[in-house]
């Protein structure tokens, strides 16, 4: 097999975040969708907060675009995760932000959701960005 074949072939880990990408968007979408258009669970939810849940609801169509640029093996995927990645940490800024300067009030869900989005984007980015480097990116010098 050529170097070049090589340099465009997608590594087991890039696969493994493509399919954990499209898989997570998938789960984001079905939770956020059933958190903003159910009613039973919209009566049931105590302390939302309305932008948290739409920024995790729509970013759930970025998962899984993400994930398929990652599995075409495309450095706007690595790009995307880099993207999502910081969006989620400045929403959970601006959740806390939010929580300190008015009512105090959230879900304790909402915390875990987001702790668990960011570390998983973070996750993603880091390592698509590191396969990328070390298998696609052009030589230096």
Do not use: C, H
């Not at 159910?38 to 939302?48: F, G, K, L, M």
């Not at 075409?72 to 940490?89: E, F, Y």
């Not at 304790?108 to 984007?121: D, E, F, I, P």
């Amino acid at each position: 097999m050529n170097e070049v074949a090589k340099a465009n072939e997608r590594p087991l880990m890039v696969t493994v975040l493509a399919v954990t990408a499209i898989a997570f968007g998938a789960l984001t979408l079905f939770s956020g969708g059933r958190n903003l258009f159910d009613a039973t669970v919209i009566s049931e939810a105590e302390n939302t907060i309305g932008f948290v849940l739409w920024f995790n609801f729509l970013a759930g169509f970025a998962y899984i675009v993400a994930g398929v640029l990652l599995w075409m093996w495309k450095l706007n995927g690595v790009r995307l995760s880099a993207a999502i990645a910081g969006a989620t940490l400045l929403v959970f800024l601006a959740m806390g932000i939010y929580v300190i300067q008015f009512d105090g009030l959230y879900n304790g869900k909402t915390v875990g959701a987001m702790v668990l989005r960011s570390s998983v984007w973070l996750l993603i980015a880091v390592l698509a960005r590191g396969y990328w480097q070390k298998f696609r990116a052009p030589p230096k010098g």
